[in-house]
């Protein structure tokens, strides 16, 4: 099984910005390639939007393990693959997206603002003034507020014992 997975897109488009210098449809992009002639004799395509966390669950099953409990990402090659919320950290510029079915909010620099996006193939469209999908701002704030400290938690809890975070987060996961 031979694996390509990019750690970010390359806003090579938008030069001479450079990566992670905006929020960019290539920024929420990013390539994964599974290749194997015997498990995929045709080749397919998926326009799913994933998440790093989807790698090492879809690689397990794949070769027919059980990924562990506490593994946060979804199976990406199962028959159907659960809808979640997923967020794009952008840290050069110290801004959070939430990706949501195609829509895309992210906060702003100062964290007292917003934009709203729907994410096309190669560029994010703003969305109108009108668009009823902006009602939803106020929770995906909330939620980007939410991820942040969670993933702060996360990664110092991990940092200072190695505990089984799973039987000890604070809230919820996104997703479960």
């Known amino acids: 099984l031979i694996v390509i997975v990019g750690d970010h897109g390359e806003t090579v488009s938008a030069y001479p910005e450079g990566h992670g210098l905006r ?98 193939e190669r560029e994010l469209h703003p969305l109108d003034a009108s668009d009823p999908r902006r009602q939803m701002s106020a929770a995906y704030g909330e939620e980007i507020e939410w991820f942040l400290s969670w993933s702060a938690w996360r990664h110092l809890k991990r940092a200072h014992d190695g505990v089984d975070l799973a039987q000890q987060d604070p809230a919820p996961i996104p997703g479960s």
């Not at 409990?69 to 110290?94: C, D, K």
């Not at 959070?96 to 620099?109: E, I, M, Q």
Request: aromatic fraction near 8%.
């Open 23 to 120: 929020v960019s449809a290539e920024e929420m992009r990013t390539p994964f390639i599974l290749h194997n002639p015997v498990l995929f004799p045709k080749p397919l395509e998926s326009r799913v939007c994933s998440s790093h966390l989807d790698v090492a669950p879809t690689i397990v099953q794949l070769c027919g393990l059980v990924p562990p409990r506490q593994w946060l990402g979804r199976n990406l090659i199962a028959e159907e693959i659960p809808a979640v919320m997923l967020f794009v950290s952008i840290t050069h510029i110290r801004r959070t997206c939430v990706v949501d079915n195609g829509l895309v909010y992210a906060n702003v620099r100062d964290g007292k603002g917003y934009e709203m996006f729907e994410l096309g």
